[in-house]
């Protein structure tokens, strides 16, 4: 079973646009915004009521995507993918959209998430001779559907939904119409908007966050509910539930550090959590300091927040380079940190001399925190004092948020003060969770999972475990 999947965690972003003569140039637009999502590859999947087309490859959303290869997208509809994955199964063969021809027609999936009974599925679609071609746990959706003994696609893909267990976010094409579904828990999100065309026509769009829909225009409406399948197509759109929606976890670390802050996440703005965050820690471990220092970007909002609160200046003292890709120079050992300085660069005049409060949303296996806080106290920094808007990760992430195995977490290892020292600052401090349940609204039908800050997953995750050691037993 261990060399079924290479890949347990995908961090992705996906889009469906349903009724506009530019679907894939929508796609496309839609998936720069979900750039951060995923970098490894990107791909679009658009329909013309006959046919489909697809167009994948390796990398950035704007390398693979050239006006020729848009160019042959053609159709009223499309979905597209932007994935993000470790090293191990990076290749074209995971890149999605996955496209097939089958009984059901020409249908294509994107997916968010993680689906935990993956393996098992496989193995039993395997010995009933079905065949994979890639380690994506995607796959398994497609053959699924192509089993099902149900005629028409939306009941195959219930059918196969219900088998399946985990985080999905799933879009589906098929040649005139589009599917989106979201697991029962909500664990990864997926938005619905809106685009008004002349003559009275709308267009229909999903995306993984709202950031997406502000790029093409597209006005957000709603949450796709947990449990909840949207069809679109040329009768006009139906929302049902194909499972009643269960205990509500949706992923907290998308408002810690996933999704961009212009985002409107699980109906709630992902700024306006951070910020809280920041305030919240401020009141929790307050410090006495001359600046606060964000870790560009995944710490800014929370620093804006903590600034505001302590009453201590914001200072942008750290500078980032946004147009670092993978560096294939190895440096010398005698250029230290090479790695954190490619990315920033700390403005001496800010730092020099000051007692820094130093904010980032997270910390997992210490090794960047630590390059970052030796950068600011090289620069001239008098006290370094590392504040995290939200708690110590003790546990991997099976619902598709890339956290390394437990042993290489510091946070399921160490205790706090073990931490501050491998991190080499002077005081060190996270959010409680009870801060960041308020932050995020943690209320009514805003339900959030916080297994990777308490161990406690709301699914049976045994075989993923399982799939974990084995792989450990070599
Ligand atoms: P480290 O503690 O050295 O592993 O790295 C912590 C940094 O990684 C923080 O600045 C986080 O913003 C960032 N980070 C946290 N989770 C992830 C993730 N899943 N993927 C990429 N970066 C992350």
Known sequence: MSEVFDKLHEECGVVAIYGHKEAANLAYLSLHALQHRGQESAGIVSADGKQTHVQKGMGHVADVFTPAVLGELHGNLAIGHTRYSTAGDSGPLNAQPFAVTCNKGQIAVAHNGNITNAAELRADLEAAGSIFQASSDTEVILHLIALSRERTLSGALREALLQLEGAFSLVFLAEDRIIVARDPHGFRPLSLGQMELS???????????????????????????????????????????????????????????????????????????????????????????????????????????????????????????????????????????????????????????????????????????????????????????????????????????????KSELIGANHDVEEIRRFVEADTLAYLSIENLREAVQDNGNRRYCYACYTGEYPTDVTPMEALIAARRRG
Do not use: W
Not at 201 to 208: G, I, L, N, R, T
Not at 337 to 343: A, E, R
């Open 199 to 405: 003559g009275g026509h709308v267009c229909s769009v999903f995306a993984s966050e709202t950031c997406a829909f502000d790029l093409i225009g597209a006005t957000y409406l709603n949450e796709v509910e947990p449990g909840e399948m949207i069809i679109v197509g040329p009768e006009g759109m139906t929302r049902e539930r194909y499972t009643p929606a269960r205990n509500r976890a949706q992923c907290v670390f998308e408002h810690v550090y996933f999704s961009r802050p212009d985002s409107i996440v699980f109906g709630r703005s992902v700024q306006e959590s951070r910020e809280k965050m920041g305030r919240l820690l401020a009141r929790e471990h307050p410090v006495e300091a001359d600046i606060v220092v964000p870790v560009p970007d995944s710490g800014v909002a929370a620093a804006l927040g903590y600034a505001d609160e302590a009453g201590i200046p914001f200072r942008q003292a750290l500078i980032r380079n946004h147009y670092v890709g993978r560096t294939f120079i190895e440096p010398s050992q005698t250029i230290r940190d090479f790695g954190v300085k490619l990315k920033l660069n700390p403005v001496r005049n800010l730092l020099e001399g000051k007692r820094v409060v130093l904010v980032d949303d997270s910390i997992v296996r210490g090794t960047t925190s630590r390059k970052i806080i030796r950068m600011v106290r090289a620069a001239g920094a008098r006290e370094v004092h590392m504040r995290i808007s939200c708690p110590p990760v003790i546990a991997p992430c099976f619902y598709g948020v890339d956290t390394p195995d």
